[in-house]
């Protein structure tokens, strides 16, 4: 069974990432900046994947090509071009269209035809031994459903049992928004060329980019040279962010965070907030909840200080704290609506989650010192839409969300979206499948917060928290699997990654 997990070396994938519209541009100036061919990049694209396909099936004796009808599809025939040459078996399909091919196809295909190869129509019946599949069917000018025949080529290729290799993106992925609005290859391994295309990174990209590779194809130094508004974030820049402590720093030099939240019966929730702010390296955490929740609370967690909200000791909290978090089991009752009335108006750095977002909905503000921190469902509630339009584009709606509400907005969910009122916007590589389990919301928040309180800007606490909140997972599953992953079972990989000069000195 296919592992569609992606995977990557994360020093070999590069930290921009490029707008899928500005592509086309940015291959045409770095190539003539360089005195190279459009068709000359076309080799070194092909030439880089048949060494990836090669190097991970070495056993492959035939290959499946599908050819597109653009410059995906010229990939293509440069890879058939040289496995043939290499000896292997090749059979290539390839769509054909009224239109010409662009020229640099046009010539690799041309190519592969002149070293003997054959071109097959796509409906042609499939050899009985196929080893390895090659997807050059469609590109990253995708905007919507593939149709028939490109549909009917990706479901016989996904149920076939030989493994695919997707040529630039998988075919059917939407490289703007990671949207997969029809028929999609499920890819064992993906080889990108040039730029990180955000669609790479979000929306359904884990179910169907597999193993991901990059290629620049020699352009590294002139996409050294150009600025971009989006950055992937991974766990090796963690070191970045948390700088080694001074020697003689005290705990108030760590931040005072207080926590408001915990109605009845969601102690847990604000216990894991509490907890998750400790072992992301808050020097003070204040937890302001029911009577009821604070003899388990400080039972299980002494280091948390404990008091029942009440108006007196939220108006001396505030006034107490460096940084304010509010929504883990707050509820939409009379209680948390008071002390969200409360908290509103603070001008320090503040993070609203869980029901302060489903509150904020109902009666929408905008604040420039405020971290959201929503899931599709409660992004879905404050822009008034349904949570199939979130999805379709994660990066639109981070920045709609921003637009309306200020601060800096993190969108949760597989390829988690930063994104600030600068223009910012931030994508985390990091985490996996065992964080879709309850009370991994209130732990992210607890991370971010102790962040702000280490004086980290909105931004960077938000975008570092999502990392290390990700890597703590990663490092869990490493050891254990996905499966049956708690919330709580990140704190001792969590205070791991939040060190991250020590954390070789330990054995992984």
């Known amino acids: 069974m296919t592992d569609h997990t992606v995977k990557k070396n994360p020093a070999s994938i590069p930290h921009s990432i490029w707008p899928a519209d500005d592509l086309r541009r940015a291959e045409k100036e770095a190539a003539d900046s360089l005195g190279i061919t459009l068709y000359e990049l076309m080799q070194r694209a092909g030439e880089a994947a048949f060494t990836v396909a090669r190097e991970a ?17 010229g990939d293509g025939y440069v890879v058939a071009r040289l496995a043939l040459a290499a000896g292997f078996s090749v059979t290539l399909l390839a769509l054909e269209s009224d239109h010409p091919l662009p020229e640099e196809a046009q010539a690799a295909r041309d190519a592969w035809l002149n ?8 409906d042609v019946c499939w050899p009985e031994e196929v080893d390895l599949i090659i997807d050059g069917l469609l590109g990253t000018g995708l905007r919507s459903a593939p149709r028939d025949p490109v549909a009917a080529l990706i479901d016989h290729a996904n149920a076939h049992p030989a493994p695919v290799m997707a040529l630039d993106i998988p075919s059917g992925l939407l490289a703007q928004t990671g949207a997969t609005p029809g028929a999609v290859i499920q890819a064992a391994r993906t080889v990108t060329f040039i730029a990180l295309k955000p669609g790479l990174l979000t929306g359904k990209a884990r179910d169907v980019v597999g193993k991901l590779h990059h290629n620049a194809l020699g352009l590294d130094a002139w996409l050294a040279g150009q600025e971009t508004a989006m950055t992937r974030f991974e766990a090796s820049q963690l070191s970045d962010w948390l700088a080694p402590r001074r020697a003689t720093s005290q705990k108030g030099d760590h931040g005072k965070l207080v926590i408001i939240g915990g109605d009845h019966g969601t102690a847990g929730a604000i216990r894991m907030t509490g907890e998750a702010a400790l072992r992301a390296g808050a020097g003070l955490v204040r937890v302001l909840t029911r009577a009821e929740n604070i003899a388990p ?15 007196h000791s939220l108006e001396e909290s ?80 981070a920045q709609r969300l921003v637009q309306r509400y200020g601060g800096v907005v993190v969108l949760k969910g597989a390829g988690t979206v930063v994104a600030c009122e600068s223009g910012a916007l931030g994508i985390v590589d990091a985490g996996n499948a065992g964080m879709a389990s309850g009370g991994m919301g209130d732990v992210l928040s607890g991370i971010i917060g102790a962040l702000l309180g280490q004086k980290l800007p909105l931004y960077d606490a938000a975008c570092a928290g999502c990392v290390a909140h990700g890597a703590a997972a990663d490092k869990f599953a490493v050891h254990y699997g996905t499966r049956g992953m708690l919330a709580t079972d990140l704190f001792d990989t969590l205070r791991r990654v939040v060190n991250p000069n020590v954390i070789d000195v330990e054995n992984d």
């Open 318 to 397: 505030l006034a107490w704290a460096d940084v304010v978090v509010i929504g883990p089991g707050l509820g939409q009752q009379a209680w948390g609506k008071q002390a969200l009335q409360k908290v509103e108006n603070v001008r320090k750095p503040m993070l609203w989650d869980a029901d302060a977002l489903n509150l904020l909905a109902i009666n929408p503000d905008k604040r420039h010192n405020r971290i959201l921190t929503p899931h599709p469902g409660e992004a879905a509630r404050l822009l008034n839409c349904s949570i199939a339009e979130i999805e379709s584009d994660r990066l639109l709606s």
């Open 57 to 73: 099936w070495p056993d492959a004796a035939h290959w499946l090509i599908l050819c597109g009808h653009g410059n995906n599809g």
């Open 115 to 122: 070293a003997g190869g054959v071109i097959h129509a796509p």
């Open 297 to 311: 609370i400080i039972t299980a967690r002494p280091e948390l200080m404990l008091h029942e909200l009440t108006a």
